[in-house]
C-alpha cells in the first residue's frame, strides 16, 4: 500500500505548506496592531472630549458688603462671563463681560447666592437672554466658574 499519494492530499505539496504559515503570521500582525490601536485610544484618552468640554475663563469676583464685583482675567476659549443668582437668572440688567480686564459691579440682597457662568454661545448682551428659558438652554456649552454668598 503507497501512502505518500494520501500524504500529499493531506498535508499538501512543498509550495502549499507555506501558504498557512504566511497567512497566520498576517493575521498575527494585524491583530497586534489593532490591539495596540484600542489601548492606546483608552490610554491617550482620545475621543473622549467630543462635545463635553468644559469652559474656560479666569474670574476675580471680591465682596464688599453686599457689592459683588467680578472682574475677567483671562477669557480662554469662553465667548461671555455673567452674574447669575442661584436660580440660573441673571442678575438686573447685569452685562455679559465679553473682553478681558473688563468688571462688573453688583448690589446683592444679603443672604443671597450668586454663581458666575462662563459660556460658550453667540449671545453677547444681557438682554439677548430670556428670563423664561434657563441660561444653560440658551448657550452652546456653560461652566461655572465661581460661586458664593453675601
Keep these: ?32 496592531v489593532i ?21 474656560n475663563a479666569a474670574v476675580t469676583v471680591d465682596e464688599d458688603g453686599t457689592d459683588v464685583t467680578v472682574t475677567v482675567s ?6 461671555g462671563v455673567v452674574l447669575t443668582d442661584d436660580d440660573g437668572q441673571i442678575i438686573g440688567e447685569s452685562e455679559v463681560l465679553t ?8 448690589s446683592l440682597t444679603s443672604g443671597d447666592g450668586y454663581i458666575v457662568y462662563a459660556y ?6 444681557a438682554s439677548s437672554f430670556s428670563d423664561t428659558e434657563s441660561l444653560e438652554s440658551q448657550v452652546d456649552t456653560l461652566t461655572a466658574v ?4 453675601v
Excluded: C
Excluded at 5 to 26: D, T
Excluded at 120 to 125: F, L, V
Excluded at 146 to 149: I, L, M, R, V
Design 99 to 106: 473682553t478681558t480686564g473688563t468688571s462688573n459691579t453688583h
Design 35 to 55: 490591539l495596540a490601536a484600542v489601548i492606546a485610544a483608552f490610554v491617550l484618552d482620545i475621543g473622549d472630549d467630543l462635545g463635553d468640554s468644559s469652559v
Design 146 to 149: 465661581s460661586e458664593g454668598e
Design 120 to 125: 460658550i454661545g453667540s449671545t453677547t448682551t
Design 74 to 79: 483671562d477669557m480662554g476659549d469662553a465667548d
Design 1 to 32: 500500500m503507497d501512502l505518500t499519494k494520501y500524504r500529499q492530499k493531506l498535508i499538501g505539496s512543498e509550495e502549499e505548506r507555506a501558504v498557512s504559515p504566511v497567512i497566520g503570521v498576517i493575521l498575527m500582525v494585524a491583530i497586534t
